[in-house]
């Protein structure tokens, strides 16, 4: 039984959760061998260079991903003037947030980590209605709470962020291959409805998750972890509707015994927990789900939409299925979507209020924490969250744990109160190329250090000051991997360090 499943979690108290399961074999004693270090990834590239392939578009920015990092990137390079083109695979924005539908954005449990495009994403959110934080008494007055986007909603301030600041989205648009010249990405190729066609830009931005834009034109980048090699676990995230909350509130908490729900309805979670394992164990004992199906179980209402509960499960083991791997991708899809079924029932029989629950929605994107991460300017590494490092040209803060989905946990040193780590501009640029910028969970970092920077809040910020750098860069004929972040005027930058 992995540790960070028997402990207690409560809604206000994410961080709790986070940080007890912030744990690895990478960070434990008995750690497999370095033998299995992190794999390089090879280039993919096809040349290109001497296709006769149409222009569709041309821009200042080209955005490649619209996931969190992507759409603050494009946003904010828009609301800066620039022209912007956001190329997305999919038909919404959002990535792992709306397609994946991970809920709610984590805490990063410090003050003041909201950075000004976040400020406005969540005056968007209650112009709709919606009071993102979770409860009436934010835990930190500043930021820092988890943040409950309801995917939906999401996906349509998104859309509108891109029209107020005239972002060209390119929808079913796929990247295929990259263009490049003299250190820079000229071109990214892309496939839409009208076949193969490129986007001309003068700063290209790596949003895809798996850096794959920066695979495409040779940038060193690593996978899974330095110790074991594997990559985290990925989910397959489902939503139930039809559910009655204040049931299932009263099963766990008067029915079960369970002490972890400080978080009261309409708003609450449920998990496994040392208290609930038992009933889960039962389940796997009856034959209703597997092990497997149960290894990792978490539960949240979704702010917005009453009836309905966002599913953190089910869970595939990284011995089996590799992020890295484009058939395990497929395999672990094929296989959650049995184990969501029999979890599906499980719930209906034996949780009072799930009785007459449906799935109502399964995820269009699979649940990757971490695949590809690039090795660029400054590589991140775990020192740099245990000694809550700062940095002259940090771009956010951030006190979210190393929280590692393995087999293999081992409960690890987290941040004291108060402390927190900073993200250096330097750990989004490469040597290899000047205008390209990399942001979200594959920027350059170690695997431990990923598992802590890798949720939205941060992703976001990231985002931003891509936008940022991009006008600034532009503005004053600096390439974007020589601006030195810190000497952008203060007002302008969306992050100062506390340094
Ligand atoms: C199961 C799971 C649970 C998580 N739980 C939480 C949580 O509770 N809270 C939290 O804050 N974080 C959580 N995270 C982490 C967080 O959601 C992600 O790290 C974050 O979404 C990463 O943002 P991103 O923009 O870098 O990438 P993504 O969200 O992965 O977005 C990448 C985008 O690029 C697009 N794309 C990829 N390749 C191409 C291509 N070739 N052409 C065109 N488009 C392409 C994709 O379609 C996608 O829209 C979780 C992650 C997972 C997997």
Request: glycine share 8%.
């Amino acid at each position: 039984m992995e540790k960070s499943f028997l402990i207690p979690i409560s809604r206000r108290d994410l961080l709790k959760f986070a940080g007890l399961t912030a744990a690895s074999a990478v960070l434990s004693s008995n750690a497999p061998a370095q033998a299995q270090a992190a794999q390089p990834a090879p280039a993919q590239n096809i040349n290109f260079n001497s296709a006769n392939i149409p222009t569709l578009l041309s821009a200042d920015v080209c955005v490649c991903g619209g996931g969190p990092a992507g759409v603050a990137a494009a946003v904010t390079a828009g609301r800066n003037g620039l022209k912007v083109v956001l190329i997305e695979q999919g038909t919404v924005l959002g990535g792992l947030q709306t397609q994946g539908l991970v809920y709610p954005a984590m805490p990063t449990s410090v003050l003041n980590s909201d950075t000004p495009y976040i400020t406005d994403l969540n005056k968007r959110f209650a112009m709709h209605g919606i009071n993102v934080s979770f409860t009436d008494e934010p835990r930190y007055k500043n930021g820092g709470d988890a943040r409950e986007y309801m995917p939906e909603l999401l996906a349509f301030i998104y859309d509108e962020l891109c029209a107020d600041y005239k972002v060209d989205i390119l929808y079913n648009a796929t990247l295929v291959g990259a263009n490049t010249s003299g250190g820079k990405i000229t071109a990214a190729i892309i496939h839409t409805v009208e076949g193969l066609s490129k986007i001309e830009a003068n700063i290209f931005i790596d949003a895809t998750g798996d850096a794959i834009l920066s695979r495409f034109v040779g940038v060193p980048s690593v996978r899974g972890s330095e110790h074991t090699g594997r990559n985290q676990k990925m989910s397959f995230r489902f939503e139930m509707g039809g559910v009655e909350e204040m049931k299932v509130y009263k099963f766990f908490v008067k029915k079960l015994k369970d002490g972890w729900c400080e978080s009261k309805p309409p708003e609450f979670e449920f998990a496994k927990t040392t208290h609930t394992e038992k009933f889960y164990y039962e389940g796997i004992q009856r034959g209703e789900v597997t092990k497997d199906d149960v290894a990792y179980i978490q539960a949240f209402t979704i702010l917005g939409k009453p009836g309905t509960m966002s599913m953190n499960c089910p869970e595939v083991s990284p011995f089996l299925y590799s992020s890295t791997s484009a058939l395990d991708r497929s395999k672990a899809i094929q296989q959650c979507r049995i184990m969501i079924r029999r979890l599906a029932n499980f719930f209906k029989k034996n949780i009072p209020g799930f009785k007459n629950s449906y799935i109502s929605r399964e995820a269009s994107l699979l649940g990757v924490r971490e695949s590809w991460r690039i090795r660029g300017k400054y590589y991140m590494n775990k020192d740099d969250y245990f000694n809550a490092q700062k940095f002259p040209d940090a771009v956010c803060r951030s006190a979210y744990p190393i929280d590692i989905h393995d087999e293999v946990l081992n409960l690890e040193k987290k941040l004291g109160k108060g402390e927190f780590y900073e993200i250096p501009y330097r750990a989004l640029v490469t040597n290899e190329f000047s205008n390209l910028i990399v942001v979200g969970r594959c920027i350059s970092s170690d695997f431990p250090a990923q598992a802590a920077i890798r949720i939205q809040p941060t992703c976001m910020s990231m985002g931003e000051a891509a936008g940022i750098a991009s006008a600034y860069g532009l503005k004053n004929n600096i390439a974007v991997n020589s601006i030195d972040w810190a000497s952008i005027p203060a007002e302008i930058r969306s992050y100062v360090s506390a340094g």
